[in-house]
Structures are given as structure tokens and as C-alpha cells.
DNA sequence: GTGAAAGCGCTAACAA
DNA sequence: TTGTTAGCGCTTTCAC
């Protein structure tokens, strides 16, 4: 149309090589007029070769992180038939070094891209940067690192879904006595994310019912035996309602089965197989989702079609909070 | 590798056009070995036509069949770049003709598929049929029809919601006190939705709390003022908690409100504007969200990839049930 | 500065 | 029953 070759059409669209400034605008005009859209299948088509992406999260002992690696597995097997390879690199939750570790691995692996579930944020901003050096696209899900910008950012608002929680408690437990936050020794203590939660929950309580009393523990016991430290909190207070801002409410759910205290209100997080039990049993009253398979799909989806159809992104995608009780469970656990 | 020419590999893959025996065989077993897997990037460059689907849905009147229009104009400039283009057929949510009249405008268009929320079972059979004859895939949201078999049913478990929602109200509503089910008559009574809902909620109640009161009251009233009905009921029962198995759990909320009888808990459905304004007054205490922009998004994204991408296609999938509270809810409401 | 041409992996039409 | 070839829309390379 601009009576130029399909060559320099190309030159012009992608600012490429040489080309006069008069076909240049009669090009732009054109394009601009046709409302031309280049066709990214016959792009990739050309661009035809294998692509890496590695993936960086934390090992399988924890069901939590074992779930986001089902979510990954779920959707590799569409991104195969574009040539993409999604490679695991995994590391210790409570390790700092091992994520370094993985991080040096993975650099030398030079990918196309990178997901990772940053919970260490110096050691996680030290490859986001090395990335970005190399101009690998990031994603991040989970944890942000403060201040980094990623193609994307995957995940839930921690402190919200703590102010939910203190909610919940509160339409749900007895009017007279104390709430619990519960930590146990085995976790990550001061992660951003607990401390997000907690800060909410605690904002919560102060705002919409001040006169109500709570204290913040920290169980630990070297054989994760919690039930005696309980005992002693349970006789010293009236206890109506507990927080356990992780997964470990199990914990605290076996305890109140096993001494009958069916009045205590109990709320936790992610729908893990020991507290989906004790949800289904009515020990748990509510858990709080945080969809670790959904957001590593949605990671991966992310990244994947930026790299093979060159799609735009969401630079910051929050799940919604998913509050999850015995009757709204899914009656088949996929 | 099999010693034939790419077309006859191509007829062995494809099952098309005649091919020895031997040959066959040979092919066969080498894309075994090899493990073949078509590059789906250059069979869509190959057959690049534009393609239409069809989406059928409620008009633009409610708020629910507007989030599920946004859901899907999200996602069509996705689809745009792959030659898709969505047409968008509306139906009245209360006139059987307006459905019968959009399908056969469909049916007219010849679409390379069709999405649709098919509230009219009879009808919508009709549609589906007629498609299967003219082999253009369907995918159904929000309703199903009974024994159909689309290619893919995106939608909610009523029955369970109206479980979950008994629950609810189950946990935090005043011990006596009658529970309310609560319809209005502007709405389509009957439909399958509703009925599945209330259902559960009747269940839920049976068998967890079966001295728990209930009633069951249709408010009509032909300028949508029910106040002066609720105030009779009121006065001949105490309620504790009341359930709306639609988004019109604004109307109850409004009530409450204005006669201040905070003590009453309500639960209803969908992330209208109205009804989060209550949500947010205190004066809703549950939603559950069918996230309608979020089926239709899905609905359209099954559907597209299937003909552009030949992707597979997981025939049902069911959105877990959202609970969302005034403190649960995403702060910025997109 | 610009044009011509090869080729990405596949399908479809035609030839043998 | 099998082989050959054009061409989908784009990028890249080389030649002028």
C-alpha cells in the first residue's frame, strides 16, 4: 500500500536499520489508518525456539509450597506445546543459603525468564537485580520484594486478610473473652507476610471492638508438641477465639478437639489436608485461601504468554480473599 | 525418518486420506519414539481465518450480567490478536421470545462457536441442539442445561452456597430467632439456580440445627417497595437472620438499616454496587460472590483456546464458593 | 535506504 | 497409496 517492500514495512514497525524519514511517516500513516496488528502467531512462528523459565520456590515439605508446584505442573503441559520448559529449582524455607544457592544455579542457567516465590528479601532482591542486569523477565508471587519492579506481581493482601480474620472472630465467638494469635516455634517467624497478618488482625480489634482483650504467643517446643503450653494459656485466660496467621492451625484445632472446647473459635490459613480436616470436623471454623496452585498458575501463565505471544501484563495481580468454611469447601478435593 | 515424504506423515497423524498399512504403523511408532507433539503455533498460522463466537447473555439491565460482559471485554483484545472476534448476542432476563430471537440470529450467523448463560432451559436446549447439529462448540456459564454436553460448563455449586450460606448464618446469627428465606417478585422465580440454593439452605438447617425456624416468604409488590411487608413479618416473627438467594439482598439490607436492627444478620449474593454499600455498612453480613465476570472470562478463554490453540479442555469446572465479608473485600473496587 | 528471498512447521491441493 | 509444492505472516540475511 505504501509501495514500499514487505522489508522495509518491517524496518519501519520496529524501528530497525535504515529508512528514509518520507516512508517512514507514509508507513506509520498506513499502519495507523488499517489499524494494522501484527499477527503474533506468524511472530512466533519465526522466533521458533526453545525457551527456559526457570521457577524458584521453596522445597516440598511444606503441603503449602507442595500445592503452588501442582499449579505449575498443571499448566506446564499447555505451555510445552510452545516450546516452553519450566525448571524447577527449589529451596529450604528456613535456609538462606540454599536460595542463594539456587539463585547462582539459575543465573548460570542464563533462562528466558524467571518465577519465584522471593520469602528471603535480601537474597531475593540480589537475583531479582541480577535478572533485570541481564535483562531476564521476573516474576515474583507470594512475597514482593519492597521497591522492585517485576513484570509482575502475584498475590494476597496480607494485612487485609488478617483485618477478615479478626472479623470473623468476632461475629463468631463468644462475646466475653480473650483472643489468641497463636505462633509456633517451626515457622519463619517475622516473615513479612506473618507480620502483615497480624498487624491487621490487630488494627481490626482496635478499630471495631476495642474493649476486647488479646494477647500474641509464641509456642515452641522442640517436638512440636504444643498441647501443655496451651493448657497453661487456657487456665490463665478465658480464651474465646484464636489467630494462626500460617498453616499451622492444626495445631491448635487438635488440641481444642481433643479437650472438647467446641465454643472456641478458631481461624487459619490454606486449605492444607490437616486443616481441612479439622475444617470438616468443625475444629477449624474458618480457613483463609491463599490459592498458592492458582497464583503459581497465574505466574506462569503471566510469564509465559509475555515471552510467546508477546502479551501486555497486570503489573500486580491480588487474589481476592478466599474465606473457606465446612459447608463452602469443595465437596471433592481436586 | 519413516522414508515417506512430510505429507504422508501428515495423513498418518491426521488419519486422513488412504495410507498403507505398513507405512501407518512405521509413522506411528517413530512420532512415538520421537515423542511428537504438533507446533500448534504453525498449524493455527496455517489455517488463519478469522474467526466469530457468538456470546449469548442477559441484557446490560442487571448489574450481574454487567460484570459478566466486563469479564469478557477484558479478555477479547487477548483474543483479537488471534483473529477472534467476540459478538456479543443480549436476551431479556424475563422474555422466553428475546432468547428465541437471539438464537436464531446465531444460528443465522454461523459462529465457529458460541458461549452462553442459558437461563431458559428449554430454549436454551433448543440453541445447544441446533449447534451439535452444525457442530460449532458451546460452552455454558452461570446455568446449565440437564443432560446436555458441551464442550465445557463453567458455574457455581448452588446447592452447596445455600448450605454455606445456612452456615453463616448458622454460626452468627442470634440462637432464637426464625430464619428468613426471602424472594422478590421481580425476580425469575423457579429458576434452577434458586431453587438449588434454597435447597441447600433447607438441608443445611435439617440437619444442623433442626430446631432452627425458618419461613419462607416471596415479597411482592409492583414498585419494588417491600417495606411495609417486612415490617409485618417482623412483627408476627422474630428474625435472626435472613437469606436472599439473589443479589437483591439489598432491599433487606436497606430495611434493617433504616429501622436500625443491626442485630439481624443478612446474607445474600453478588458484588452489586448496592449490596456492597451495605456489606460495607455492616448492614449485609455475607455475600457470596458467583464472580459472573470471572465465569464469563473463563468461559471465553476455554473456548478460544480450544479453537485456536486445540488446547484441551477440562469439560466442567466449578468456582469454588466466595464468601466475602465488609473486611474481605478488595479495598479498591476494580 | 531499499528490495528480494529463504524459511519457521504445518495444511491442503494437486500430481503421479 | 504416496510425493510435491504453495503459502499462512512474519523475521532475518544478503544483495544492490
Not at 494459656?233 to 494462626?244: A, D, E, N, R
Request: net charge positive.
Amino acid at each position: 500500500m505504501a509501495g514500499v517492500s514487505i522489508g522495509t514495512v518491517d524496518r519501519v514497525l520496529h524501528n530497525r536499520g535504515r529508512v528514509s524519514e518520507a516512508t517512514r511517516i507514509r508507513v506509520r500513516e498506513i499502519a495507523e489508518k488499517i489499524n494494522y496488528k501484527p499477527n503474533m502467531i506468524a511472530r512466533s512462528l519465526v522466533t521458533n525456539r526453545d525457551r527456559t523459565i526457570a521457577l524458584l520456590i521453596p522445597d516440598q515439605k511444606d503441603e503449602f509450597w507442595r500445592q503452588a508446584r501442582d499449579g505449575v505442573k498443571g499448566v506446564s503441559g499447555k505451555w510445552e506445546q510452545f516450546r516452553v520448559i519450566i525448571e524447577p529449582f527449589f529451596y529450604s524455607a528456613d535456609n538462606r543459603n540454599s536460595f542463594e544457592k539456587a539463585s547462582e544455579e539459575i543465573i548460570k542457567r542464563k533462562p528466558d525468564g524467571v518465577v519465584m516465590a522471593p520469602i528471603f528479601l535480601e537474597e531475593g532482591r540480589k537475583l531479582y537485580e541480577q535478572c533485570i542486569e541481564l535483562s531476564i523477565p521476573v516474576v515474583m508471587f507470594d512475597t514482593a520484594i519492597p521497591g522492585a519492579k517485576p513484570l509482575a506481581i502475584i498475590g494476597t493482601d496480607s494485612f487485609q486478610s488478617g483485618m477478615a480474620a479478626a472479623q470473623l472472630l468476632h461475629m463468631t465467638a463468644r462475646k466475653k473473652g480473650r483472643f489468641l494469635v497463636l505462633h509456633f516455634d517451626e515457622e519463619v517467624i517475622n516473615s513479612p507476610h506473618m507480620l502483615d497478618k497480624e498487624r491487621g488482625f490487630i488494627e481490626y480489634l482496635k478499630k471495631e471492638c476495642p474493649r476486647r482483650k488479646y494477647s500474641i504467643v509464641v509456642l515452641n517446643n522442640p517436638d512440636h508438641q504444643y498441647h501443655q503450653q496451651l493448657e497453661e494459656i487456657f487456665t490463665k485466660w478465658k480464651i474465646s477465639g484464636i489467630y494462626v496467621s500460617t498453616s499451622r492451625a492444626y495445631h491448635a484445632g487438635n488440641w481444642l478437639s481433643k479437650e472438647k472446647k467446641n465454643k472456641v473459635k478458631l481461624v487459619g490459613y490454606d486449605l492444607t489436608s490437616a486443616n481441612i480436616k479439622l475444617l470438616k470436623s468443625g475444629h477449624i471454623d474458618f480457613l483463609i485461601n491463599q490459592n498458592p496452585n492458582k497464583q503459581a498458575e497465574e505466574s506462569i501463565n503471566t510469564l509465559c504468554a509475555h515471552l510467546v505471544h508477546g502479551e501486555e501484563i497486570v503489573p500486580r495481580k491480588l487474589f481476592p480473599i478466599e474465606i473457606v468454611t465446612r459447608m463452602s469447601i469443595a465437596i471433592s478435593n481436586d
